[in-house]
């Protein structure tokens, strides 16, 4: 395996509270050494990158990677791809695949397609219960004994609550994080946009706050009860976040992140009817934006992820409402998160907190750092290399962005992935 | 929002879309211009040659009977070719996909497309993807817009009240589900007049609608007391079914325009309804059938309208002027 010397750039590690200009050394796919090389350390390749920043490898929370059942969207060959060159190392498939991840055999489907591909590492969360039906549970202990990082129904609604009780309590009985998605699907039913001013204007259907922020109380009741471990995903307002500090304050083993898009967009950017702008949870207004990035600021959100959601075009070729909802995100994650830097928001280290050691905490995982001894994912990017996001130069097979024609300063230039380079902006070199 | 996607850069109507982002020149030229159009009707041979040689389809994905007869009359007094597809029950039933309809259509040399669909923003959806060449007329999208219904409206009201500064305007009923109301509250702020009033319980009102600058009543007498217009709106069957209202009976006595609540209104006070009127829930026959009631007129005026729209969309693409 290549001996790395990752030489001249500015070393952030946000686990580590490292941020200096230093030299990282790499062997047997292990970060072996940050400052001096070790004694008789002669590294098989130097990468010299002054002026950019070194950073453990990125973690996104929830990527669909279309695979199993939806290849007509994208692969994980092509999903593993464009995490790749957006610098995210670990990422986790939610389990809204065809089949659904809900027994051993698909989760060993993904992992051995993820594994073959190699270009990031890969870990499905299994579904809480059988088919995201909402009735019964799956075999969860087995799910983790297969590989699942945690368990969750996506927004596939579990309308008992009592059956929702029983899930966290058996999740907690296996140690299982229960990942949430809070959405009280009576109220958001047909919902397509935020309730509020755009929806009255466009007479579509909006979701209220409330079906969010019931199902966050309702949800944190059970996990007091349950004392099961929670991660609340996507929260996109005010109100929720304010529900979920409190809880954290309490003491509540509660974690929760949001979503890239939430925290740049707002109902007002859907308001000419934009099927890119159609998301679930919905884009809310300005004061649930800031408040959002408040939360992010202050680790009350110690996550953001890019909730990537790739799409055929025809799938956003329709009137709003009957368009599929979701984001190609992988590759603007990074340029969003970095941009609260640019907007004040936080300051660097924390930006890539949330990206490197937020995720890794909530998934009880040992990377997202760049310790010695870790596995030697590493993100590398220039803070000063202008970039244009275009549809047609996108690797995802997912061209559904938003933020098509947005200028971005920092851009991905290397990412090593257990030593291995497997991206590289300018060719292998 | 929708103004670069239905105006050209000289001004021109490429689409009618939505009356919200129109100027309220705009809006009296189509009245100015469905004027000259309402003695067509008159003649004894009810054409005027604008339009030979062109195709308009009117392409309903929702069932409508007004509104597709009036549009088929305005396009043929115009001497359009006209061709009336009733998608609800043809393509997208087969699975075909709305720009898969637009793309057959376009490819037998359509020239015009109306549209109507159960989906706020089908027919941006359309315009945004239609060819250059073609242009589109919304006949109603989803809860969104309806604005040759609000043309309509303004135009019957114009008729009847000469200026629109002075008046009051109530607007009764299922204001969430109505994209009657939306385009008539755009059209009659646009317009200037002195005040629009919604009237409905909460359950048919969509929260921040003062934002659409309306002033908001849950009591009829309240808000109809010297209104000048007042507006009913239809009641759709399935918003009777006990979810958003307990009960037809409930809601006509409470929201039904009758003789009675009618006497706080202005002595002139004229008595309007889209239709189709579902008698004894909405209205009593007395109001719908009584002096004050306009109703009628306003389908009369429905062809004008449509003619104004549609030959002034046909210019912007022809280049032609109207006249």
Known sequence: ?429 | MSTGLQVDSAGRLRHFLDVAGLKRQQLVEIMDTAESFSEVADRSIKKVPLLRGKTVVNLFFEASTRTRTTFELAAKRLSADILNLDVSTSATTKGESLLDTLRNLEAMHADMFVVRHAESGAAHFVARHAAPHVGVINAGDGCHAHPTQAMLDMFTIRRVKGEFTPLTVAIVGDILHSRVARSQIHALNTLGVRAVRVIAPQTLLPPQIEQLGVEVHHDIHEGVRDADVIITLRLQRERMDGRLLPSKHEYFQLYGLTETNLATAKADAIVMHPGPINRGVELDSGTADGPRSVILQQVTHGIAIRMAVISMVMAAHTGETTE
């Open chain 1, 1 to 429: 395996m290549t001996r790395w010397q990752i030489s001249g750039g500015r070393v952030i590690d946000p686990a580590q509270g490292i941020d200096s200009v230093t030299d990282l050394f790499v062997a047997e796919g292990r970060i072996i050494a940050l400052g001096t090389a070790p004694d008789g350390f002669a590294p098989d390749r130097v990468l010299d990158v002054p002026g950019q920043v070194v950073c453990p490898g990125l973690i996104d929370l929830s990527a669909s990677l279309r695979e199993p059942g939806q290849e007509h969207k994208a692969s994980i060959a092509s999903e593993a791809a464009a995490a790749a060159a957006s610098g995210i190392t670990t990422l986790c498939c939610p389990p809204d695949t065809d089949p659904v991840i809900d027994t051993p055999a698909v989760v060993d489907l993904v992992s051995h397609r993820a594994s073959a591909v190699g270009l990031t590492r890969v870990h499905p969360l299994g579904a809480l219960t059988q088919g995201l039906g909402g009735e019964r549970l799956t075999e969860m202990a087995a799910l983790k004994a297969a590989g699942c990082a945690g368990v969750t129904n996506l927004l596939h609604p579990i309308r008992d609550t009592q059956l929702l009780r029983h899930a966290m309590a058996y999740a907690a009985t296996f140690d299982l994080t229960v990942f949430l998605h809070p959405d009280e699907p009576w109220l958001r039913a047909t919902g397509c946009i935020h309730e509020g001013e755009v929806s009255a204007r466009l007479g579509l259907t909006g979701i209220p706050e409330v079906a969010e922020t019931i199902a966050v109380a309702r949800d944190l009741a059970l996990i007091e009860h349950t004392r099961v471990r929670a991660h609340f995903c996507r929260l996109s307002t005010a109100a929720a976040v304010r529900l979920v500090a409190a809880a954290q304050a309490a003491g509540l083993p509660v974690t929760a992140d949001t979503c890239a898009h939430q925290l740049h967009l707002t109902e007002l950017d859907a308001s000419d009817f934009d099927s890119l702008c159609h998301v679930l949870p919905p884009l809310r207004t300005q004061r649930d934006r800031d408040a959002l990035r408040s939360a992010v600021a202050d680790g009350v959100l110690g996550v953001i992820c890019s909730d990537h959601q790739p799409h055929e075009a025809e799938a956003k070729l329709a009137p709003l409402p009957e368009t599929e909802p979701g984001i190609s995100a992988l590759e603007t994650l990074l340029p969003l998160t970095l941009r609260l830097v640019d907007d004040g928001v936080l300051d660097l280290p924390s930006a890539l907190a949330r990206l490197t050691a937020g995720p890794a905490a909530v998934l009880g995982s040992a990377a997202g750092t760049l310790a010695p001894g870790q596995l030697a994912d590493i993100c590398i990017f220039d803070p000063d290399r202008p970039w244009q996001v275009d549809t047609a130069t996108l690797r995802s097979r997912g061209r559904n962005t938003p933020f098509a024609g947005w200028e971005f300063a920092q851009r991905v230039t290397h990412t090593l992935l257990g030593g291995q380079l497997v991206f590289a902006l300018d060719g292998p070199g």
